[in-house]
């Protein structure tokens, strides 16, 4: 069974620390995308990638960097964290043609807490 | 990529018919339409895909008229486990990366 595997199911940050958010696909995807998801706001992208080393920002990309040193991996920093990053966060993966009939693969999520 | 409008939230009873509305004035000539579905405390997951007329799978139904600026999602017979949020989105498919737009989806809960 295809995999997105992300690292921690829940985690609890204090303020100004630097947090690392690991994700991990086995599907050889070429694209990978990190969300965050608000009550209210629904799921915002934050940043994906097309390729390895290659990365875009999305519609929220203040605050987070994003690495991509392999294929699977997709990791998510938050330089400096604050309590407004307190959220779910959603890692997704998908074949460079898009979300066609298998679609993006998500993972459980992460909920971070920053106190 | 197109802008979709879809109900906040809704409510059905078990056993009943749920449609669900989405609204996409401004799709485009190549773009497809794909459902997900979300349950509480996990990823979303795909559950249907189309382009025009109707689509019907396992899960659910995609209904789609002959001008596509609308589309609607039918889930026959309710249980309590689909109770979710269902999001809508437009866009092309083929080689390339594509920014898709989840929003808000519409929150559905089905009663006892």
């Known amino acids: 069974d295809v995999k997105v595997t992300q690292s921690s199911r829940y985690l609890v940050k204090r303020t100004g620390e630097k947090v690392f958010l690991e994700c991990v696909q086995d599907m050889d995807h070429e694209n990978m995308f990190w969300y965050r998801q608000d009550p209210g706001l629904g799921l915002r992208l934050i940043y994906f990638?097309?390729?390895?080393?290659?990365?875009e920002k999305g519609d929220i990309p203040e605050g987070y960097s994003v690495s991509r040193e392999k294929k699977e991996r997709f990791s998510l920093i938050l330089e400096s964290a604050s309590t407004n990053q307190t959220s779910m966060y959603l890692c997704?993966?998908?074949?460079?043609?898009?979300?066609?009939?298998?679609?993006?693969?998500f993972g459980s999520g992460t909920r971070l807490t920053v106190v | 990529l197109a802008k979709t409008t879809q109900p906040i939230s809704m409510d059905s009873y078990e056993g009943q018919e749920v449609n669900i509305t989405c609204s996409h004035n401004?799709?485009?000539?190549?773009?497809?339409i794909t459902w997900y579905q979300q349950f509480p405390s996990q990823g979303p997951r795909f559950i249907i895909q189309g382009y025009k007329t109707k689509v019907t799978n396992e899960v659910a139904s995609l209904f789609i008229p002959a001008d596509r600026k609308s589309s609607t999602l039918s889930l026959p017979r309710v249980s309590l486990s689909d109770t979710a949020v269902y999001y809508c989105?437009?866009?092309?498919?083929?080689?390339?990366?594509?920014?898709?737009?989840f929003g808000t989806g519409t929150r559905l809960k089905v009663l006892a």
């Open positions: 997704a993966s998908s074949l460079r043609e898009g979300p066609g009939l298998d679609g993006y693969t």
């Open positions: 401004n799709i485009a000539t190549n773009d497809y």
């Open positions: 990638s097309y390729d390895v080393k290659m990365k």
């Open positions: 989105l437009v866009g092309p498919l083929g080689p390339g990366t594509y920014k898709y737009i």
